[in-house]
């Protein structure tokens, strides 16, 4: 009877590919460096840009549709202090057109504002969204 093991209790020769080859085994360790340094700075980089964030970030909390001409949007902006930030807010037609759209500027010195601003608009909106805030130029 045949055994499915070598008697020198390796594997069988040529199942499973060259081995010792040095050449590959190089080859693999530095795709494998490679791969590994380049994964730890895609890591370094989302941490600084977690940690060092934009400086002003916002929050569009809920709106109410209070005419056919106006929405009033309850936002709550977050920014460093001394920083003055600009949040856009956009408003939206039944159909998903835009009917309206404002800058608003919070300049006062603290770091967390709650605020219920006003969107005219040119007909009834449906719904309304923040857009983004930013620090305003020169901070």
């Known amino acids: 009877m045949s055994s499915a093991t070598p008697a020198h209790g390796g594997p069988p020769q040529g199942r499973y590919g060259r081995s010792g080859d040095a050449r590959s085994d190089r080859r693999l360790t530095a795709v494998g460096a490679v791969l590994?340094?380049?994964?730890?700075a895609l890591i370094a980089w989302f941490g600084v840009s977690y940690i060092t964030g934009t400086a002003v970030s916002g929050e569009l909390i809920k709106f109410e549709v209070v005419s056919d001409r106006e929405v009033a949007v309850h936002l709550?902006?977050?920014?460093?202090?001394g920083v003055t930030g600009v949040c856009t807010v956009n408003t939206l037609a039944e159909d998903g057109g835009?009917?309206?759209r404002a800058d608003f500027t919070f300049d006062r010195p603290q770091s967390r504002i709650d605020e219920v601003v006003t969107v005219r608009t040119t007909e009834r909106a449906t719904s309304a969204q923040l857009l983004g805030c930013t620090a305003a130029d020169g901070n």
């Open 36 to 40: 590994g340094v380049a994964f730890l």
């Open 76 to 81: 709550e902006v977050r920014k460093d202090e």
């Open 98 to 100: 835009d009917v309206g």
